[in-house]
C-alpha cells in the first residue's frame, strides 16, 4: 500500500426532504383538513478516526462525497426519512484544515474520535404544519433546506512516541528494522527512506512506538531534497534520537546541520528531549571511535551514545535511554492532581 499523508476532498451534505400537501380523504369523514407530513433531514458528512489505518491513500482516488437527500413527506401524517450519513475514516493522528490548508478545523488524536464537516439541511414542514383557526385547509408545504458544500485538506501526522532524524544514510531504518517488526527499504545510497515508517519497540516490559522519517539535508526547509515536509510525523513525539553516521567527515557539521533544519521548521520540533547517537561505530577504530564520539558531544552538549544496529552494540542502551525519557515525558505532561480539601459554606 502506497503511504499518502495529504488529501483534498469534496464534501456535502444532504438536502433536506420536500413537505408534502395532502387531505385526509376517507369515506363518511366530510372533512378530513390536511395531513401532509415533514420532510426528513439530509445526511451530514463526518470525519472519524479509526484504528488500523495508518495512510490517507482511500482519498487520492476519490475526492468527492456527498450525504443522501432526506426522504419527502407524504400523506397521511408520513414523515421521510433521515438521510444516510457519510463517514469519511481515516488513521488516528488526522487533522483537517480549510480549502486554505493553513486554518485548522479539527485535530482527531484518539480512535473514535469524530468531527461534523457539513451538516445535513432540515427537512420542509408538511402543510399539516400550517393548520390554524383561520386557515384549516392550508395549499402550502416548505422544501427541503439545502445541504453544506466545503471542500477540506486532511493531513496525517502520525502518532509515535520516538522519532528518528539525521542526514540521510545515518543508519536510521537500520535501527527501525534492528528493534521492531518493521521492514524498511534499507541501502548504501542516500533517500532509501521516501516515506515514514513506523515500528513498536520493546525493552523492560516498556513498549513505544518509533517513527523513521526521510534523511534531512542542508536546506530542507526550503524544498531541498525531498523537503521538510515529512518533518510533521514527528511532531507529536516525546523524544527525538537524533542519529549522526560515524562515516560523516564531520560529525559536528552533520548534526548542526540537522539542528538548523530542525530550527528553521519550527513547531516546537527544536525544544523537544534529544537523545544523540552516533551509528555505523563498527566501522571505526577506537581511536578514531574516541575522536569523533568527542567531536559530537561538544557539538551537542550532550552524552552520546556509541550505537551500531548491524552488530547489535549500544542498541539496548539507545532504547532504554529512550524508554525512560519517553516515561519522563509523560509524566510531565500528566496534570498535576491537587491536594483539594473540603471546606464547609
Known sequence: MKFLDQAKVQVRSGDGGAGCVSFRREKFIEFGGPDGGDGGRGGD?????????????????????????????????????????VVLKVPVGTQVFEVDNETLVADLTRVGQRF??????????GNARFKSSVNQAPRRANPGEEGEERTVWLRLKLIADAGLVGLPNAGKSTFLAAVSAARPKIADYPFTTLHPNLGVAAIDGREFVIADIPGLIEGAHAGAGIGDRFLGHVERTRVLLHLVSATEADVAAAYRTVRAELEAYGHGLADKREIVALTKVDTLSAAERRERLAA?????????????????????????????????????????????????L
Open 45 to 85: 458528512v463526518w470525519v472519524e478516526a479509526v484504528d488500523g489505518l495508518n495512510t490517507l491513500i482511500d482519498y487520492r482516488y476519490q475526492q468527492h462525497y456527498k450525504a443522501r437527500t432526506g426522504g419527502h413527506g407524504m400523506g397521511r401524517d408520513r414523515h421521510g426519512a433521515k438521510g444516510a450519513d
Open 116 to 125: 461534523r464537516l457539513a451538516k445535513g439541511g432540515n427537512g420542509g414542514f
Open 296 to 344: 559530537l558531544k561538544q557539538a551537542s552538549g550532550k552524552p552520546v551514545l556509541a550505537l551500531s544496529a548491524v552488530a547489535g552494540e549500544g542498541v539496548e542502551a539507545a532504547l532504554r535511554a529512550l524508554a525512560d525519557a519517553i516515561g519522563q515525558a509523560r509524566r510531565a505532561d500528566e496534570p498535576a492532581v491537587a491536594d483539594a480539601r473540603w471546606q464547609p
